[in-house]
């Protein structure tokens, strides 16, 4: 933490914007960008990060040109994007973004999920291992 602001900042905010709600309000809340919009994830990202932090987030890939367009009126710098694809003929379904506040090349990779039902690739397993039992 420099000056109380933080180095790393990671989310996964609620996905779903203006669409169908759920009865169940906690589950609303956690899914749907009405508590927490993609404007305030931004403030308070801009208000929170130092200066040299980085920015991680997960989002659909529906929301990435909403996403992007927020990032650039709150001067933030796209410098790696991972495409998440479940199966490897699958369309992309969410995007991995992390931002900076210091411009540098952005860096484009593809992550599979699945290479069949529940056979997780290897760089899946890789990647996730530390958060499964």
Not at 90 to 106: C, D, G, I, M, Q
Request: hydrophobic share 30%.
């Amino acid at each position: 933490m420099e000056n109380g602001r933080y180095d790393l900042i990671v989310c996964n905010p609620p996905y779903f914007e203006n669409s169908l709600k759920c009865p169940d309000r906690q589950r609303t809340t956690a899914r749907h960008t009405e508590s927490l919009t993609y404007e305030s994830l931004f403030d308070n990202v801009d208000r929170l990060l130092s200066e040299t932090g980085l920015f991680a987030v997960i989002i659909p890939i529906e929301s990435l040109s909403r996403f992007m367009f927020l990032a650039k009126k709150h001067k933030m710098f796209l410098i790696r994007q991972t495409n998440v694809y479940p199966t490897p003929t699958a369309k992309v379904k969410r995007v991995l973004l992390e931002f900076s506040k210091r411009e540098k090349k952005t860096e484009e990779t593809d992550l599979v999920i699945e290479t069949s039902r529940h056979c997780y690739t290897e760089y899946y397993k890789q990647l996730t291992g530390d958060f499964y039992l």
